[in-house]
């Protein structure tokens, strides 16, 4: 079997994050580039899979800068067999659909039987990359798992909803997306970062995969402002004078939230 794990560089989630004024995105060239935690999940769920199935074969697929190497390189310490990463200036801010077409074909190029991803980034935290790529590949989607079963032949799993757990089942081939119900990825051992040298890390273009990221037909979603969050101010007071019930009613009339 060969899974494709989708992860995501993204700014580690403990330091204090800024976005780009002048973009609108997430400020990568003096932040400190992590594999985002969600994926590392994802990544032990194929990994525990591997654990029982010898023959299994995961790769890691990322779209990435060109800074992203160094956090890619965690993926095949854990237990990665290979990755592939993306690197395209043209792909900077990519919207949900040109990231799943882009994530689509590189999962195709690299061929797959199982894909599977976390269910949000920690910094765009859309959510709908794993549904999207599994359209674009006409396969079964199982997403937002908080348990997950591999068989050679179908995934089956859990999806907690609001009133009930809700079991799922696809047959293979299928995207998968895991929550953060699932365990911690492994720590890497000595052996795994040394190993991690000497796997390959395969590097594409958009161009390489057949996609086109500004075609004359597509709809792109962009950014056309940013500002900073204004200062937070003192909310309104009122003391109690024998007329504080009065005062309460006429600030939420006059604030439209009665």
């Known amino acids: 079997m060969r899974i494709a794990v989708l992860v995501k560089v993204v700014p580690d989630t403990y ?14 060239a003096t932040a400190d580039l992590v594999l985002d935690e969600i994926d590392e999940r994802a ?6 899979h ?7 074969e995961i790769v890691a697929v990322a779209m990435t800068p060109e800074a992203g190497v160094t956090s890619l390189r965690k993926a095949l310490a854990l237990g990665a067999t290979s990755a592939l990463r993306v690197v395209d200036e043209r792909l900077v801010g990519a919207d949900v659909v040109l990231t799943a077409e882009i994530l689509a ?14 269910d949000a980034s920690t910094d765009g935290s859309g959510g ?11 396969v079964p989607a199982a997403t937002a798992l908080s348990e997950v079963h591999l068989s050679d032949t179908e995934v089956t799993g859990v999806r907690a909803s609001d009133g009930a757990a809700v079991r799922v089942g696809a047959p293979l081939p299928a995207v998968l997306s895991v929550t953060e119900a699932l365990p911690e990825a492994r ?7 040394i190993a991690a040298k ?22 792109r979603s962009i950014m056309i402002a940013v500002s900073e969050r204004p200062p937070r101010t003192a909310g ?6 024998g007329d504080a019930a009065e005062r309460l009613a006429d600030f939420l009339v006059e604030n439209r939230l009665a």
């Not at 990544?43 to 525990?48: G, I, P, S």
């Not at 074909?105 to 976390?118: T, W, Y």
């Open 15 to 28: 330091v204090d994050r800024t976005l780009s004024l002048e973009t609108g995105l997430a400020d990568r």
């Open 43 to 48: 990544l032990e769920v194929a990994l525990r």
């Open 50 to 56: 591997a654990d029982d199935h010898p023959d299994t």
């Open 105 to 118: 074909a590189a999962v195709q190029h690299v061929g797959f039987d199982v894909v599977l991803a976390g």
């Open 128 to 138: 709908a990359v794993p549904a999207a790529v599994a359209e674009l590949l006409a």
């Open 187 to 193: 720590l890497a051992g000595f052996k795994g970062i």
């Open 198 to 219: 000497k796997k390959t890390i395969e590097t594409v273009s958009a161009a390489d995969l057949g996609v086109d990221p500004e075609p004359a037909d597509a709809a």
């Open 236 to 241: 309104t007071k009122i003391v109690d004078s």
